[in-house]
């Protein structure tokens, strides 16, 4: 509460507030990462996936894996054009990061779990 | 150049496929298909297959390119759906821009049904939403997703053809302009290996055709599509910009976007080839037949009536088309001054009724102010409603207007483009002018005089303090005409064509024609007065003659009888003389002849 209040005098970004309150509230992040068969790219992108989430969101997060040659009627449902695609389900606001995550920092920028602007 | 004619002359028996009906497309398309050259994807749009040659490339993309509202969704769409209606060929359309249900919407106003075709497994329609905010990019991807989702949609119905509408979106949405590039170029590949016919469109780009260059990938065919404004007027115009393996025409055809959908009208002059007919067709006034060498018109020719301002043009096409619709024949009416209503409440006046015509839909009036439209655009709707209705007889009241539409040189070309249109269809047409008073006569504004048939001349004689119409017959081909001037009359029971008084006193017409037939009149009254008059005088004398001479003979006769009278008493006096002389002998004793004696006796016994 005392943060909120201080949130008045000063305004914040979205990325601050998804960045401060986000992974803070203990809610679960509900990622979907959506491959097409075992690509090495595919590969990479999830093995970049769960470092990320093993270093920010321990715990606190599930990944289910999509694979569109499986179930190629699931990538009307989240849009999906670009392979490999992040999409964060849960917490709002919806986000897709398309790529293999290689940059890490983009990445969890993408997933604004940090502020667009280092600090 | 010779090669692009030597394509429009083949257009000829094309063009007969397509102007049956809609139903026949079909047939065309077999036609087509048959073409050894390339196969082709009919896209069932009229006209555009016979300006490609039978469709669009088979299995092969075609891009379709142009500004904003120039029609390339709708194009895109028609294709698919006349593929999934007319040719079994199911079609999947992804959308960029429009949601399916806003797609639905916007051609559902032309018929097209699309959740009818969704259901009937025909039509997928799949929108793809790219929300750049959304999304953020991170290393390597590929667009595999949108291959999978597109391959899942053609495999789930079997689509032989695909639209990307527009695909460009794309290249909003994401960032990385190599990759995107290099998968388009696999996309189309992938689609040419696919074997479906692709139709993808793009935004029209400064000085390219496209804004991000797809044409550089979509090199079997490329179409462009433009709306232009000029004078404020817009037209629509399709040009083939490319299209491998396939003669095609090369000019810039104008198209039209109405409740019918697309249409594209192959309006280059289609030359002098045209099948003529011997028969005859009435003009609608007995009299004008006659002038006419007794029949009336040739079927399938041109007839231009040109004159001043209300000399009654508009009243001889009136019933020229009255007549073709007595003969059960529909006749069309392009009308760019009246409006329908207008036009059969004044034929009315003259005894006609075009409202029983139209209601048997054997008459429809098109009208429509000649500005309204650019040229082109005007010769497209005429074509079109040609095609749809079929008609017999045309008219085109004026042809003046169009002008307006457009600059003179312009409006002859189109004429002649629909003037030779209307031939090849065995349609008599019928065209009006309105010549301006200060110009000379016998000429047209749009210079057709020299290519019609039959031209009519209408004009106004001003004598003796009023107007009146006269007609006559400035050139019909192929017949003997009459050289007469006919003075021309608006009755309430239609128009008639008297004869003019030719005469001493020069041409009359009107009032004074009627004055000095009266004129004529009572000078032969007065002759065959004066000649009863001498007769009766002739017989006068003859009966006082007559009179004189019975006179004279009654007085002949009176002499006469006192000439016998005279003689007997002559006679007797001789007899007595004699008588007395023989005595007075025979007392003497004398010796008296005998002659003397006898004729004494005659007298005596007279």
């Keep these: 509460m005392k943060k909120l209040a201080k949130a008045k005098q000063q305004p914040r970004s979205l990325q601050q507030i998804a960045h401060e309150d986000g992974p803070k509230s203990g809610e679960v992040w509900e990622l979907r990462l959506y491959i097409a068969g075992q690509t090495p790219r595919s590969v990479a992108a999830f093995a970049n996936l769960k470092k990320i989430c093993e270093e920010h969101l321990q715990g606190r997060y599930n990944i289910e894996v999509v694979d569109l040659v499986k179930h190629p009627q699931l990538a009307a449902g989240d849009q999906i054009l670009a392979i490999p695609t992040l999409v964060r389900k849960l917490p709002q606001p919806l986000r897709k990061i398309v790529g293999d995550l290689r940059d890490t920092e983009r990445a969890l920028v993408g997933l604004q779990l940090r502020p667009a602007s280092s600090e | 150049m010779t090669c692009g004619y030597a394509q429009q002359s083949q257009w000829s028996p094309r063009l007969k496929a397509i102007t049956m009906k809609a139903g026949t497309i079909k047939a065309s398309g077999k036609k087509s298909t048959a073409n050894p050259s390339l196969p082709k994807a009919p896209t069932g749009i009229q006209g555009l297959d016979e300006i490609t040659g039978g469709g669009f490339p088979r299995g092969r993309p075609t891009l379709i390119c142009g500004s904003a509202g120039a029609g390339k969704t709708l194009l895109a769409m028609e294709f698919l759906v006349c593929g999934a209606i007319e040719y079994d060929e199911p079609g999947v359309f992804m959308a960029f821009e429009e949601t399916a249900s806003e797609l639905a919407q916007n051609v559902r106003s032309l018929g097209f049904d699309l959740d009818e075709l969704a259901r009937q497994k025909k039509l997928v329609v799949d929108y793809v939403r790219i929300e750049r905010s959304e999304i953020d990019e991170t290393g390597d991807y590929d667009l595999e997703g949108l291959f999978i989702r597109l391959g899942a949609a053609i495999d789930s119905i079997g689509a032989k053809r695909v639209v990307l509408d527009t695909i460009e979106n794309l290249f909003a949405g994401l960032q990385n302009q190599g990759i995107l590039r290099a998968e388009l170029r696999r996309l189309f590949r992938w689609l040419k290996d696919k074997g479906v016919s692709a139709v993808i469109t793009a935004e029209r780009g400064e000085g390219a055709l496209t804004r991000h260059g797809l044409e550089e990938y979509v090199s079997d065919c490329v179409i462009l599509l433009d709306h232009r404004v000029v004078d404020q007027v817009s037209t629509r115009r399709l040009r083939i910009v490319k299209y491998r393996g396939t003669a095609h025409g090369t000019n810039e055809y104008p198209f039209l976007i109405d409740e019918g959908g697309f249409s594209v009208l192959p309006v280059t002059s289609l030359g002098l080839q045209h099948v003529v007919s011997e028969e005859r067709i ?50 069309l009416y392009f009308s760019f001054e009246e409006s329908p209503g207008q036009l059969i409440r004044n034929m009315r006046s003259i005894g006609l009724n075009l409202e029983q015509w139209t209601k048997k839909n054997l008459l429809q009036f098109h009208s429509s102010r000649a500005m309204f439209y650019g040229l082109e655009m005007h010769l497209a709707i005429i074509h079109k409603v040609v095609n749809e209705f079929r008609p017999e007889v045309v008219v085109i009241d004026p042809i003046g207007s169009l002008i307006q539409a457009g600059n003179s040189r312009d409006a002859h070309t189109m004429l002649i483009r629909l003037i030779d249109f209307l031939k090849q269809q065995g349609i008599t047409a019928f065209l009006t002018n309105l010549t301006s008073g200060g110009e000379a006569l016998e000429r047209t504004d749009v210079e057709i005089s020299s290519i019609v048939d039959t031209w009519l001349f209408m004009r106004d004689i001003e004598l003796g303090g009023e107007r009146n119409r006269a007609l006559y017959v400035l050139k019909s081909r192929g017949m003997a005409h009459s050289n007469q001037l006919r003075e021309f009359l608006l009755t309430p029971d239609g128009v008639d064509l008297l004869d003019v008084y030719v005469g001493p006193e020069g041409v009359l017409t009107g009032s004074s024609r009627m004055s000095q037939e009266a004129r004529e009149k009572a000078a032969a009254m007065e002759r065959q007065q004066q000649a009863e008059l001498r007769e009766r005088d002739r017989k006068r004398k003859r009966e006082a003659l007559e009179v004189r001479i019975e006179a004279l003979r009654k007085e002949f006769e009176i002499e006469e009888e006192e000439a016998a009278r005279v003689e007997v008493l002559e006679v007797t006096r001789e007899k007595t003389v004699n008588e007395n002389r023989q005595a007075m002998a025979r007392s003497r004793g004398a010796d008296v002849g005998n002659g003397v004696k006898a004729s004494r006796k005659a007298s005596r016994v007279r």
């Design chain 2, 282 to 331: 009435s003009s609608g006034v007995p009299r004008l037949d006659t002038m006419l060498g007794g029949e009336g018109y040739y079927r399938g020719t041109t007839v231009l009536v040109s004159g001043t301002a209300g000399t009654g043009k508009t009243s001889l096409a009136s019933h020229f088309v009255d007549a073709a619709c007595r003969r059960g024949e529909r006749s």
